[in-house]
């Protein structure tokens, strides 16, 4: 009895108040969804589906208005509108496979990975599964930490798209972690190959060799890297590092100080900042800088120690 009382208040008080009254309802909704009207468009869709769940017109609707309105706000950097605006669809259409990779998506960028991983799993179980599943699971798993099926869903995405530079980047992200730096080297190189006007995978082959000590090597990718985007933090504290490993330390300090201009919440930069001024007898500024170091290192803990799972309760229909 009270579960009815939403859904009766939602007929009688929206734009559809019986099943004889949908043919009129949804030529209003397409015709508010072609005048760039869309949440009042989304709102007669989702009012029709509470009377037919299965309308199809109705599905595409609510799920076509619903993906551009959280664009939109995504666009204009309101992640938790997006959000509410897509878990609202995901709501009214559990199974909708555009909702659930949008939504996906969203939660994985928002740093939701465990609802991520749950929303994409589910989708996968629904067949006929778009490849960007497979790489939108493999970003989650890697932020997750779960790096075998990360590895599995990256490889099979690249089967259906082997040109893909970003895939490769992403491989090689998660071998990385994996301390498997020569796998890492070569999806590397196989993403700067295919796109050789980016950064990041040069700066990430650039760690791939600073792990190995390749150091004069690991700077030749840094390097390119500046060329692209000169005030790259990773990068700037990387070539930092590799001198401080060369024992060169004035040039570390160089190096560093940029980097943490550049990049003031990198907590590598100030770390290997305050031992290269350890190394120069600047015994003061090195405590400063190893202190904030630690202080950075501490903050980046808690903030992954406190992302938990949420579902907004505003996000209602």
């Not at 959000?83 to 559990?94: C, D, K, T, Y």
């Not at 895939?167 to 190959?193: C, M, W």
């Not at 024992?247 to 290269?276: C, F, I, M, N």
Request: aromatic letters at 8%.
């Amino acid at each position: 009895m009270y579960l009815a009382i939403p859904i009766l208040a939602a007929l009688l008080f929206g734009q559809v108040s019986d099943v004889a009254g949908v043919p009129g309802a949804l030529a209003e909704a397409r015709d508010l969804q072609t005048n760039g009207k869309l949440d009042k468009a989304r709102d007669i869709y989702e009012r029709v589906l509470l009377l037919r769940p299965q309308d199809s017109e109705a599905q595409d609707g609510m799920s076509l208005t619903s993906e551009q309105l959280a664009l939109h706000e995504r666009a204009a950097g309101h992640m938790d509108i997006a959000f509410n605006i897509l878990v609202r669809a995901q709501r009214a259409e559990p199974d909708n496979p555009r909702i659930l990779l949008d939504l996906g998506i969203l939660e994985d960028e928002i740093m939701l990975y465990l609802e991520a991983a749950k929303t994409l799993e589910h989708l996968e179980t629904l067949g006929a599964v778009d490849p960007n599943t497979y790489y939108a699971l493999a970003r989650t798993d890697l932020h997750l930490g779960r790096l075998e099926p990360a590895e599995e869903q990256m490889k099979r995405y690249l089967k259906v798209r082997p040109d893909d530079a970003s895939a490769h980047y992403g491989l090689g992200k998660i071998y990385l972690q994996g301390v498997q730096f020569s796998k890492a080297e070569t999806e590397f190189r196989r993403s700067i190959e295919i796109q050789p006007k980016q950064s990041e995978s040069y700066y990430e082959l650039g760690q791939a060799l600073l792990d190995q000590n390749e150091f004069e090597a690991s700077m030749a990718q840094y390097q390119k890297t500046l060329e692209r985007d000169p005030q790259h933090g990773g990068a700037l504290a990387g070539m930092g590092i590799a001198y401080f490993k060369l024992k060169q330390y004035d040039e570390a300090r160089k190096w560093l100080v940029k980097a943490t201009l550049a990049s003031p919440d990198y907590q590598p930069g100030h770390y290997y900042l305050g031992l290269t001024l350890g190394r120069l007898g600047d015994a003061s500024a090195s405590r400063r800088e190893l202190d904030l170091a630690t202080q950075l290192a501490a903050k980046d803990n808690k903030e992954a120690a406190t992302r938990i799972t949420i579902l907004n309760p505003e996000a209602q229909p």
